[in-house]
């Protein structure tokens, strides 16, 4: 039996559409100025920073932080998987390219977001969150494009033979530790050079 529409539905005309297509994209679009103001505000002035004033800086209403991140902890998670889905969208454009060094340019921009996100992932840490767990398929996608970036980098002869994706990986996280140790989380001249010194580890004729 085919289902009888009301003779007047107001939420199924055109323009409850647009309204609703409209409210949607509003949303969207509070949700990520709250994340950059809150990623931003944490690697500033520290965790300690409340929701109500992330919300005065992003612009929008204490209700809207609290409704989207109903936690201190769910804000720092969120922070983090948008990073990361910003770092596999850059990812995506280096493996669309033909620079066969392209894996350079992500693993030294996986090293700088991890220095200026290092306040936020050391409180993941101690809640112990873990993001391969938390956002399983975005940290598998960025596994796969340093994959593919590395192999295309073995081709061309600019990277060790017998370096792994998991060891690039494990390179990097701890590239994130050596960064913080040095204190170097606010200096991105100094955290790049460290970067570029344990990348140097897996150049060609680096043995």
């Given at each position: 039996m085919s289902r009888q529409l009301p003779e007047h539905d107001p939420a199924a005309s055109p323009a409850a559409h647009r309204s609703g297509r409209a409210l949607r994209a509003d949303a969207r679009r509070n949700r990520e100025r709250v994340l950059?103001?809150?990623?931003?505000l944490f690697a500033q002035e520290?965790?300690?920073?409340?929701?109500?004033?992330?919300a005065r800086r992003a612009?929008?209403?204490p209700g809207t932080v609290h409704r989207h991140f109903p936690?201190?902890?769910?804000?720092?998670?969120?922070?983090?998987?948008?990073?990361?889905?910003?770092l596999v969208a850059e990812a995506a454009a280096l493996a669309a390219g033909e620079d066969p060094a392209a894996v350079f340019t992500l693993l030294s921009r996986m090293m700088a977001n991890g220095a200026e996100n290092s306040t936020v992932k050391s409180a993941l840490t101690a809640a112990e969150f873990d993001l391969r767990t938390a956002a399983p398929d975005v940290a598998a996608d960025l596994t796969g494009y340093v994959t593919e970036l590395l192999d295309r980098a073995r081709t061309a002869g600019l990277v060790r033979a017998d370096v792994t994706p998991g060891e690039v990986m494990a390179l990097v996280a701890g590239a994130f530790?050596?960064?913080?140790?040095a204190e170097a989380?606010?200096?991105?001249?100094?955290?790049?050079?460290?970067?570029?010194i344990i990348l140097d580890g897996i150049r060609a004729g680096s043995r």
């Open positions: 950059q103001t809150a990623q931003q520290g965790l300690s920073v409340s929701l109500d004033e992330i612009g929008v209403g936690s201190k902890e769910a804000l720092y998670l969120a922070v983090s998987i948008d990073q990361l889905e910003r530790a050596a960064i913080q140790h989380q606010t200096d991105p001249a100094r955290a790049a050079r460290i970067g570029g």
